[in-house]
């Protein structure tokens, strides 16, 4: 089916229309949100604050852009993301919710999403003080008193969980994934200003590192579409049974495995357990404490270096690749559904050791996958260590969640169009 076909189709048909219009009503609002700003703030010095900040250029991208306009929603999905993460590693140390996870079906998975939102609450209020008191100390918030600290940690922890909440409301009744696309949505609502401060302040003297970044830039779009394109395939027959006068069964076919299981998800892990440390000493270093204030300058020291930073990013990465493949792909299920139909590997006894089998092909197609993706996270740091070009991290990584997103919205609505088409 070409092109202009698909067009046809998704204009005609008008649930998959719906969809499409439920998608940009949403993104719309988002945005609207995201240009509300709490009250007090001094928009020249925040601007300068975020140009000369890439700890806090990186949690505008997880913000949704809101963060640098200090919006209702300056949180963004952030403390969501964050207790996602801490609910998915409780689910692998808990036998009770593991197996909430995997036997109850989406009944369990739902219990969990609602662990998640609950502890989003509390996430949220530590975090939207933690910004609040460091953005006072920076100037560029009004002194607060206690009644009006308050009501604007109220106003942006509310900002949060509507946020999340718009983010599944796009999940079911539009396409792709919500709280993917909000973060996709705020990076590309910045690329106007990003181009026209790069138009602005262009320097002939810096043509190459302009090349070398286009250049870099297209390798880890490649990389990314290869990566998550990319499938192993494991050869699956179906025995044959005899009823009656038929004879069932006797096809092959094949089970694909992903080489990148986890898409973009370990990139976003990984960016939030490396920004909540650096919030949190950023805040008690402007604590009146000595000891605290220096131990928080030593940590903030080590965070801050370049080589610490990469290599901590890469591990973090290719750690939480397995993490995630752990927790949704599980083998003892698919070798049970397998046996239930009559399907086996060939070669490969049912049962335990067709489990077995899986995991240790789908553990050697992670460690490629999970090794690239880790190095094309890190590639826009080693980038800018050569150019000095700050924003080149923030840009990696933007890239890197933006090209993501893209593909699984792409494939999505390839799925609705061929539904419609058969």
Same mark, same amino acid.
Do not use: C
């Given at each position: 089916?070409?092109?202009? /076909? ?41 601007? %300068? ?8 250029? *990186? ?29 998915? *590693? ?12 995997? %036997? ?63 983010? %599944? ?41 302009? *090349? ?24 699956? /027959? ?49 604590? /009146? ?47 049970? /559904? ?28 992670? *460690? ?55």
């Amino acid at each position: 089916m070409n092109f202009l /076909n698909k067009i046809k189709l998704i204009i005609n048909d008008k649930n998959l229309r719906n969809r499409l219009i439920y998608l940009l009503g949403f993104l719309v609002l988002f945005r609207l949100l995201a240009a509300i700003p709490i009250p007090g703030v001094d928009a020249f010095k925040l601007q %300068e604050f975020f140009s000369n900040n890439q700890f806090f250029g *990186l949690m505008n991208i997880f913000s949704g852009g809101g963060l640098s306009s200090l919006s209702i929603i300056m949180l963004g999905v952030g403390p969501y993301i964050t207790a996602s993460i801490i609910m998915q *590693l409780m689910t692998m140390m808990s036998e009770k919710l593991k197996q909430m996870y995997h %036997e109850e079906g989406a009944a369990g998975r739902k219990k969990i999403s609602q662990y998640s939102r609950l502890l989003t609450v509390p996430l949220g209020i530590i975090q939207g003080y933690g910004f609040l008191t460091l953005l006072h100390n920076q100037g560029i918030i009004e002194t607060l008193s206690s009644f009006e600290m308050l009501i604007n940690i109220s106003v942006i922890v509310a900002g949060s969980i509507l946020l999340v909440w718009i983010g %599944e409301l796009m999940s079911e009744f539009s396409i792709g994934n919500g709280v993917s696309i909000i973060i996709f949505a705020g990076i590309v609502a910045g690329l106007p200003t990003t181009i026209s401060q790069l138009i602005f302040s262009f320097d002939i003297s810096q043509i190459p590192a302009y *090349l070398g970044f286009l250049l870099v830039a297209i390798v880890i779009v490649a990389g990314v579409v290869i990566v998550t394109e990319a499938e192993r395939p494991i050869p699956i /027959n179906y025995s044959k049974r005899v009823r009656g006068m038929k004879v069932y069964g006797g096809v092959s076919t094949y089970l694909p495995l992903r080489l990148n299981q986890a898409g973009v998800i370990p990139i976003i892990f990984a960016l939030s357990i490396l920004l909540f440390p650096q919030m949190i000493f950023s805040f008690l270093s402007n604590v /009146n404490n000595a000891v605290i204030v220096k131990i928080s300058d030593f940590v903030l020291g080590i965070l801050a270096n370049g080589w610490f930073y990469a290599i901590f990013y890469f591990l973090l990465v290719f750690l939480f690749t397995y993490f995630y493949t752990a927790i949704t792909f599980d083998p003892e299920s698919i070798s049970t /559904n397998l046996q239930r139909s009559g399907a086996f590997i060939p070669g490969v006894r049912p049962g335990q050791s067709t489990s077995f089998y899986i995991a240790k092909v789908l553990t050697r197609i992670t *460690l490629v996958g999970a090794s690239f993706l880790g190095f094309i996270a890190v590639l826009p740091l080693i980038m800018q260590g050569i150019t000095g070009i700050a924003s080149f991290a923030i840009g990696g990584t933007a890239l890197l969640i933006v090209v993501s997103v893209v593909l699984d919205l792409i494939k999505k609505i390839d799925a609705q169009v061929s539904i419609r088409e058969y």
